[in-house]
């Protein structure tokens, strides 16, 4: 028994048989086919016996088997763009391809998509799927030859009111428990929702008390007493008293006189009627 490790045939089993009387013999060596990775190990594999014996006889044989690989699938995704406005538009590519030597049967590819986004159109070549326009959509690929691939073209629109950035991630599977998935490399930046300088917070105006109007009357002084009456006044050249500055003291003092006068006339009125 012996496990066969490269393509070339390099692991060598040597049996020895002693005293063989003649006849038919049967070596049977059990080989391990190679689990198809790296995909290089599946193909055909050689093996060759060689049978010597004393005398120098011998012979040779050589036998290739096939070594048939399952499917293989590998997918992989970029974007379009690595940023995006607000509302605009971009695309993500997802190829998926079977690099192995088997049919890859019933492929289905799922795609999830988070952050400021939607898809609104998927488009697949070659060949026409059926694929959901959701979020997270299921694309029915069906069966995929070996060493053929399917490209599929998601339009994905972002948003209008935030500028979460977008991110996806996809993943391809087919009968077997054979599947793939391209979660790196993914991100998309959302632009066009640079912070807003905070307008100031307006001040509002001070209340000013009512203003109350009040009239002003300006009293007329009272001149003084040593203005209206003169300790001496002075005299005329024929005796009499001369009005001083303009005559407002001798009409202050002709006004005294007159009021001393009308006082003793009424005091003299009324003792004659009590008389």
Do not use: H, M
């Amino acid at each position: 028994t012996a496990d066969l490790l490269d393509n070339d045939g390099s692991d060598i089993v040597t049996c020895t048989l002693t005293s063989t009387p003649p006849g038919i013999y049967d070596i049977i060596i059990n080989v391990t086919a190679p689990d198809g990775d790296p995909v290089s190990e599946c193909g055909a594999q050689t093996n060759q016996a060689e049978i010597t014996a004393g005398v120098g006889d011998g012979d040779t044989a050589e036998d290739t088997v096939e070594v048939v690989c399952p499917a293989d699938i590998d997918i992989d995704k970029d974007p379009s763009t690595g940023s995006v406005s607000l509302g605009g538009t971009f695309t993500y590519d997802i190829q998926v391809e079977n690099t192995g030597d088997s049919l890859a049967e019933n492929v289905v590819v799922t795609d999830n998509l988070t952050g400021n986004g939607e898809i609104i159109d998927i488009s697949v070549s070659p060949g026409s799927p059926a694929c959901e326009s959701s979020n997270n959509f299921p694309c029915n690929l069906g069966d995929i030859a070996a060493g053929d691939s399917v490209t599929i073209t998601v339009t994905v629109r972002a948003g209008e009111d935030d500028c979460d950035p977008i991110n996806n991630s996809a993943t391809a599977s087919a009968d077997g428990g054979i599947d793939d998935t391209d979660s790196t490399g993914n991100l998309v930046n959302v632009t066009g929702c640079e912070e807003q300088p905070t307008p100031p917070t307006p001040t509002p105006p001070t209340p000013t008390p009512p203003t109350q109007q009040v009239a002003a009357v300006q009293a007329t002084p009272t001149a003084p007493i040593s203005q209206v009456l003169p300790s001496t006044l002075p005299k005329s050249g024929s005796g009499g008293y001369l009005p001083a500055e303009g005559g407002s003291t001798w009409f202050g003092l002709s006004a005294l006189v007159l009021a001393f006068g009308v006082s003793l006339l009424l005091f003299a009125r009324l003792s004659r009627r009590s008389s």
